[in-house]
T-cell receptor
């Protein structure tokens, strides 16, 4: 079983559309994250949830809205997609007591045309 | 604020040669430091981590890193490069240990291994 899974793996869409990316973990970890990797491979934190509570929201446009229906899932919804949203989005999880080690999903490559 | 700088966006070595990837950090508190590897079209995999125990940290695939507080460095090394080591490598620092756990990444270093 995959520890951290993301769907879809690839997402191609038109500007202005609304799309969602889903993340599921079976590690039983309390904290989940969304990171964005841009075309230059730079990774930046976007959001974090701990036990379904938002704990990090890093200067991300309001068009991005994370939702955590339960401890095992953290979804990312993006409204009115723009060209600049094209990137790879990674979900990650962390067990709070394990020296902040994070486990990453395989990524979702979003392409906005 | 914490930050990470990886010196050299691209490193090329011959198979069997020493691998040295440089990472310097800035942190106002004792840091937790990590090296992650990303193979093409895959997620990030933890290579090793420093958590204030031993300053020389051994990781997977023969990699190790040494924490040097005086130099604020955490360079990654491997004695003998293998073709399968070709990948993107990221150094990262964590915010206050036990807090949000947010990782702050360096810019990444692409390791090329030539036959």
């Amino acid at each position: 079983d995959t520890a951290v899974s993301q769907t879809p793996k690839y997402l191609v869409t038109q500007m202005g559309n609304d799309k969602s990316i889903k993340c599921e973990q079976n590690l039983g970890h309390d904290t989940m994250y969304w990171y964005k990797q841009d075309s230059k491979k730079f990774l930046k934190i976007m959001f974090s949830y701990n036990n379904k509570e938002l704990i990090i929201n890093e200067t991300v446009p309001n068009r991005f809205s994370p939702k955590s229906p339960d401890k095992a899932h953290l979804n990312l919804h993006i409204n009115s997609l723009e060209l600049g949203d094209s990137a790879v989005y990674f979900c990650a999880t962390m067990e709070g007591t394990n020296y902040n080690e994070q486990f990453f999903g395989p990524g979702t490559r979003l392409t906005v045309l | 604020a914490q930050s990470v700088t990886q010196l050299g966006s691209h490193v090329s070595v011959s198979e069997g040669a020493l691998v040295l990837l440089r990472c310097n950090y800035s942190s106002s508190v004792p840091p937790y430091l990590f090296w992650y590897v990303q193979y093409p079209n895959q997620g990030l995999q933890l290579l090793l981590k420093y958590t204030s125990a031993a300053t020389l940290v051994k990781g997977i695939n023969g990699f190790e890193a040494e924490f040097k507080k005086s130099e604020t460095s955490f360079h990654l090394t491997k004695p003998s490069a293998h073709m399968s080591d070709a990948a993107e490598y990221f150094c990262a620092v964590s915010d206050t240990p036990g807090n949000t756990g947010k990782l702050i990444f360096g810019q990444g270093t692409t390791l090329q291994v030539k036959p």
